[in-house]
């Protein structure tokens, strides 16, 4: 099994930037891609970043150039760089991870909350 927790969330003004950080646990950790959704209050859970068990990454178009995604693979942690923070990216952010081989399991964190307001 895998354990994440998320931390890093927070308030935060209009144009700045926040650093979240997914510190995984459990066994093989290697073939899990990992990424970050997020989800506002009445809305629909959407993919954020995500980057798969060779490096590679993907974002969603709406942070694409403002936030980026990494991860330190002996660590196992996971981590969103968000820079140029706009209102509308106030979330909860929750880390994921996806099994690339059988059986195919995947795993979330909690959440962490962040909110971007004057």
């Known amino acids: 099994q895998v354990q994440l927790v998320e931390s890093g969330g927070g308030l935060v003004q209009p144009g700045g930037s926040l650093r979240l950080s997914c510190a995984g646990s459990g066994s093989r950790l290697s073939i899990y891609a990992m990424g970050w959704h997020r989800q506002a209050p009445g809305k629909q859970r959407e993919l954020v970043a995500l980057?798969?068990?060779?490096?590679?990454?993907e974002y969603a178009n709406s942070v694409k150039g403002r936030f980026t995604i990494s991860r330190d693979n002996a660590k196992t942690t996971l981590w969103l760089q968000m820079n140029s923070l706009k209102p509308e990216d106030t979330a909860v952010y929750f880390c994921?991870?996806?099994?690339?081989?059988?059986?195919?399991?995947?795993?979330w964190g909690q959440g962490t909350q962040v909110t971007v307001s004057s």
């Open positions: 994921y991870a996806r099994a690339v081989l059988p059986p195919y399991d995947n795993y």
């Open positions: 980057i798969n068990t060779g490096g590679s990454t």
